[in-house]
């Protein structure tokens, strides 16, 4: 009797152990979110929410986790509403002048000039305090053939370490135009 308790209780132990192994189902696996017109999109987290109105109303692509403070948005404005002279940095200069004017006790870091998908981007950080409240914000600005785009993301200050990774990560899946697939025509 005794020894086939142990073998129960030595196969339920595998058992539990095997199932904390299992692979990620469709509730954990990545989601995509698309902006309402389809062209563009952001790749989340499974615990992350698509499309949060309270976030921006005029942003494309408004995705969160709000349980984890952690928040990403998209703006897109295309380039024939700007000077036909307008570059990448004049645009990047025009966003953060407009976020660090609205961001009290603001620190700029030093802008990084990158792509995400092959678009020309430039980083930035900004650290500070809205409504009494601080937070973080990462920025990209980013130059595709016919738009200006904006993703910004941001956490609480004290959740910035940890919230990092992740954020930057929802944004630098940004895909626009040409790089967001189509759905099958049936």
Request: with cysteine.
């Amino acid at each position: 009797m005794k020894r086939n308790m142990l073998k129960l209780i030595s196969l339920l132990c595998i058992c539990f152990m095997l199932g904390g192994c299992a692979l990620p189902t469709a509730d954990t696996a990545p989601k995509v979110v698309k902006s309402e017109d389809g062209k563009m999109e952001l790749t989340i987290p499974s615990n992350w929410n698509g499309n949060t109105e309270e976030l921006h109303e005029e942003a494309e692509l408004r995705v969160s986790n709000m349980r984890e403070e952690k928040y990403v948005i998209v703006l897109n404005e295309e380039k024939d509403a700007f000077d036909d002279d307008i570059t990448l940095k004049d645009y990047r200069d025009l966003i953060i002048g407009g976020m660090e004017a609205s961001i009290e006790n603001s620190e700029l870091s030093e802008t990084i000039e990158t792509q995400v998908n092959g678009n020309k981007a430039m980083l930035d950080e900004i650290e500070g305090s809205v409504n009494k409240i601080k937070v973080i914000y990462w920025i990209y600005s980013i130059e595709t053939e016919d738009s200006f785009v904006q993703i910004i993301g941001w956490t609480l200050q004290k959740d910035a370490e940890k919230n990092k990774d992740a954020v930057l990560k929802v944004m630098n899946s940004f895909k626009r135009g040409t790089e967001v697939e189509e759905p099958p025509i049936e």
